[in-house]
T-cell receptor, first 115, second 112 residues
Framework: DSGVTQTPKHLITATGQRVTLRCSPRSGDLSVYWYQQSLDQGLQFLIHYYNGEERAKGNILERFSAQQFPDLHSELNLSSLELGDSALYFC??????????????FGEGSWLTVV | QQQVKQSPQSLIVQKGGISIINCAYENTAFDYFPWYQQFPGKGPALLIAIRPDVSEKKEGRFTISFNKSAKQFSLHIMDSQPGDSATYFCATRYTGRRALTFGSGTRLQVQP
């Protein structure tokens, strides 16, 4: 158990809908990352938050947004969903600085199926 | 734009054999090179990591070999076991940043 908690584990929704994925980082971790994993795209970095502030953006679509709250949990909002958004969405967290020991720990993911 | 290229895509090894997975990168501003292991239905988990001032790091049966001049690093799994069957990802991280960029993954199957 990595200590990173993601909900829901599975989600089926229709095209055009909006969903919210939730993540609780490891206790004390200030950084939260979101990744998307699909069969043809591998693990794609979406966005990184540190202590409530956005720090880096990756390949995140404009239909997607995220935020990190004062209690450090994070939410990834996916809107106007398309079939191609079906994927496994991972949240990860890390603490400390950007030094060598800054291990990133992944949750078990949220499976999103868009039908 | 792919930051790190991983090969092979899949690998079948006999029990007791050596599994070798390779990654190549282009950007010299990377300062951290981890390998992650992912089992079906689970999130990736850190297996072993190296920084560019070291040429090799060994942890049990797992070894990272790092060739800075060639901009390549590889994972060697000695005495491969069926329990090692998983998908392995190499990753890189820009100096001063925290997010990782992952390779495309290698699905390893160790046959008993």
């Amino acid at each position: 158990d990595s200590g990173v908690t993601q909900t829901p584990k599975h989600l089926i929704t229709a095209t055009g809908q909006r969903v919210t994925l939730r993540c609780s980082p490891r206790s004390g971790d200030l950084s939260v990352y979101w990744y998307q994993q699909s069969l043809d795209q591998g693990l794609q970095f979406l966005i990184h938050y540190y202590n409530g502030e956005e720090r880096a953006k990756g390949n995140i679509l404009e239909r997607f947004s995220a935020q990190q709250f004062p209690d450090l949990h994070s939410e990834l909002n996916l809107s106007s969903l398309e079939l191609g958004d079906s994927a496994l969405y991972f949240c990860a967290s890390s603490g400390g600085d950007s030094g060598f020991g800054n291990t990133i720990y992944f949750g078990e993911g949220s499976w999103l199926t868009v039908v | 734009q792919q930051q790190v290229k991983q090969s092979p895509q899949s690998l079948i090894v006999q029990k007791g054999g050596i599994s070798i997975i390779n990654c190549a990168y282009e950007n010299t501003a990377f300062d951290y090179f981890p390998w992650y292991q992912q089992f079906p239905g689970k999130g990736p988990a850190l297996l072993i990591a190296i920084r560019p001032d070291v040429s090799e790091k060994k942890e049990g049966r797992f070894t990272i070999s790092f060739n800075k001049s060639a901009k390549q690093f590889s994972l060697h799994i000695m005495d491969s076991q069926p329990g090692d069957s998983a998908t392995y990802f190499c990753a890189t991280r820009y100096t001063g940043r925290r997010a990782l960029t992952f390779g495309s993954g290698t699905r390893l199957q160790v046959q008993p």
